[in-house]
T-cell receptor, first 113, second 114 residues
Framework: KNQVEQSPQSLIILEGKNCTLQCNYTVSPFSNLRWYKQDTGRGPVSLTIMTFSENTKSNGRYTATLDADTKQSSLHITASQLSDSASYIC????????????FGKGTSLLVTP | ETGVTQTPRHLVMGMTNKKSLKCEQH?????MYWYKQSAKKPLELMFVYNFKEQTENNSVPSRFSPECPNSSHLFLHLHTLQPEDSALYLC?????????????FGPGTRLTVT
């Protein structure tokens, strides 16, 4: 069973609207959590990375939150743009796994005019 | 651009062919990775090289053979592949000790095995 679950699997929103993507994880012991954006046909690009002590981090219109107690994270996108259409991947690293990361399957976001 | 380049971007090969994927990073990192990304599945780590030494091999079939001649270049040699090996192959690099091993990904090679 995957240790990182994302919801929804896919999402369609109108340009200019806000949206929130969810990530639940069971990875333990926790080291850090990252959100990546992957455009079609491209490699993932890091948006944010948060450690245990951080519960909010922003990168422009992207704001990630982390609740390490409930093992949940969210990525909020404000005033969406057509260029936000992509897959958003939640990635969690545990403290004992060396270089290995735990990847979610991603949420596919489509922003329409 | 992330500073990690991959060639070719697209590859179609038959099951009896031999081909190689190339990755180059221009970030001065000391660790490089190969990942497989299949539709509807999470990224799967295949190999990790740290300072040119292979540190992880996640039970990858021997028809995939990595090579890391120096800390900037990484190859994935392919031979006698199966159709289920069709996927996006991503290379990444990171700097040990920097931002919790934040990984920078290349654009990937879209591989189709016929």
């Amino acid at each position: 069973k995957n240790q990182v679950e994302q919801s929804p699997q896919s999402l369609i929103i109108l340009e200019g609207k806000n949206c929130t993507l969810q990530c639940n994880y069971t990875v333990s012991p926790f080291s850090n959590l990252r959100w990546y954006k992957q455009d079609t046909g491209r490699g993932p690009v890091s948006l944010t990375i948060m450690t245990f002590s951080e519960n909010t981090k922003s990168n422009g219109r992207y704001t990630a939150t982390l609740d390490a107690d409930t093992k949940q994270s969210s990525l909020h996108i404000t005033a969406s743009q057509l260029s936000d259409s992509a897959s958003y991947i939640c990635v969690v690293k545990d403290s004992n796994s060396g270089y290995a990361l735990n990847f979610g399957k991603g949420t596919s976001l489509l922003v329409t005019p | 651009e992330t500073g990690v380049t991959q060639t070719p971007r697209h590859l179609v090969m038959g099951m009896t062919n031999k081909k190689s994927l190339k990755c180059e990073q221009h970030l001065g990192h000391n660790a490089m990775y190969w990942y497989k990304q299949s539709a509807k599945k999470p990224l799967e780590l295949m190999f990790v090289y740290n300072f040119k030494e292979q540190t992880e091999n996640n039970s990858v079939p021997s028809r995939f053979s990595p090579e890391c001649p120096n800390s900037s270049h990484l190859f994935l040699h392919l031979h006698t592949l199966q159709p289920e090996d069709s996927a996006l192959y991503l290379c990444a690099s990171s700097q040990e000790g920097h931002r919790a091993y934040e990984q920078y990904f290349g654009p990937g090679t879209r591989l189709t095995v016929t």
